[in-house]
């Protein structure tokens, strides 16, 4: 999972795709990259880490340009520790392309042999994203052999992108002397929306981002949502041109962006996401009291912070005490995002610190967003025993996480997820040192986000029911991405630690 973002405008831009990627930043904690258009001159600047730790203002100085892009990382294909995955990409032909990428290929493997034995063009990195690059400009070459590239063109490229690439990508370019690109995959599973702004000249602003929270902050309309398939071309005029370019199309927004994923103040297909967390709280509901007895409940705490919505709603409709018991370091990251098992489990002390009062000689209900690998709840639970607590209830606002998902959130394999072998909730609550866990239904998780919005024909909700939208993916394919998971790797000599850590400056013609 990354954040994106595009910028056009008759003022510099580095500085507002600077704040935007600040509102993106839970999507990718790993690294972050701002490219700028000046003239005909890209300038770019990576580097690991968080956003306000990898730019500088000599950094932001050398960002010139009323044309960029942006992106935050969580690496879900290739190296996490290496500066050169991180994002955006460029090539220099045709014209010169930077390109950012959010989702995750599922047939990046064929597609980097084709490009190399047909396309003639070499991968560099073990990125997909370098691997969607290459793609997209060897179809604007085939495009622009016997005519320049305009609309049309732009539009007949993306097309033929669609058709070699599977899995899920919204995607923004800038292409140098004429203009900027976003499009998004034809099963609509990662975000991606589009806004404008009026200008203190009169002149109309645009920006693509993957989460309408981006504008919001920085005072542009958010004009809709792309749609699956579709893709946004916009000159150097500013003359904004929009084409279906897929065949068959549909709508299969990820349910994980709203159980967890996405900031609560964004909306994502019509869908709000803070709203769709109370929906889900209400459903859940209907299933503690199912299978709980609320006598022996005396509050219900979250684990916050994205699953407060939901606890609150579940306590409303409960009518059980709500009670907040943890209270959280805002200067830690995200557990479930951070690369590694061993630093997931030793950040979640540093991450939550539980309050005695909240919890002596009561029985809780913790209520989380979801949980997938156990390290987290587990650690909470022994918290909540810790500081008093009789009885530990735990409710998820997810179905069971079962399944490896392919789409760009990092669970790829089922060796590492707890449910993965099928566990109830009974196997489930002694692995966590739990007294009772309860679970959403698929069809509760369902049933709230199409409360939200009942245009949308069905969402991607791979990892807790193992359907995969694409289609493509095959006991062999999950066979091979846990080998590659579990394969060991080689650490980077002393002096290339150095350079993966330090400078990611780069100016290109």
Known sequence: MCGIVAMMSREPVNQRIYDALHLL???????AGIATLDGLHFHMYKAMGLVRDVFRTRNMRDLTGNIGIGQ??????????????????????PYGIMFAHNGNL???????????????????TTSDSEVLLNVLATEISRVTQTKS??????????????RRVRGSYGCCAVIAGKGLLAFRDPHGIRPLCYGTNVAEDGSIEHMVSSESVTMIGLGFKVERDIA???????????NVSVRQCAEHAELNPCAFEFVYFARPDSTIDGINVYGARLKLGEYLAKTVREKLDLSEIDVVMPIPDSSRPCAQQLAQELGIPYREGFIKNRYVGRTFI??????????????????????????????????????????????????????VFVASSAPRVMFPNVYGIDMPTKSELLCGDGKDE????????????????????????????????????????????????????????????NAPVAKPAPDEEGDEAGEGKSTLA
């Not at 690496?75 to 996490?80: D, K, R």
């Not at 599922?106 to 560099?124: F, K, M, S």
């Not at 049309?152 to 033929?160: I, R």
């Open 228 to 238: 699956p398939g579709e893709a946004i071309w916009i000159d150097l005029k500013g």
């Open 106 to 124: 599922t047939n990046a493997a064929e597609l980097t042999q084709e490009l190399y034995e047909t396309d003639r063009r070499h991968i560099n």
């Open 25 to 31: 930043q839970h999507r990718g904690q790993d690294a």
């Open 72 to 93: 935050v990382r969580y690496p879900t294909q290739g190296c996490a520790s290496s500066n050169q995955e991180s994002q955006p990409f460029y090539v220099n032909a």
């Open 426 to 485: 009974a196997a489930v609550a002694e692995a966590i040192g739990a007294d009772a866990v309860v679970y959403q239904t698929l069809e509760g998780l369902k049933g709230a986000l199409h409360d939200m919005n009942p245009d949308v024909p069905r969402f991607d909700c791979s990892c807790f029911d193992g359907v995969y939208v694409t289609g493509d993916i095959t006991d062999e394919y999950l066979a091979r991405l846990d080998a590659a998971r």
């Open 338 to 391: 951070m690369p590694g098992q061993a630093v997931r489990k030793k950040s979640v002390r540093q991450k939550l610190n539980a309050m005695p009062v909240e919890f002596e000689g009561k029985n809780l209900l913790l209520v989380d967003d979801s949980i997938v690998r156990g390290t987290t709840m587990r650690e909470i639970v022994r918290m909540a025993r810790e500081s008093g607590a009789k009885k």
């Open 149 to 162: 590239l305009d609309a049309e063109g732009v539009f007949e490229a993306v097309a033929a992108v669609h």
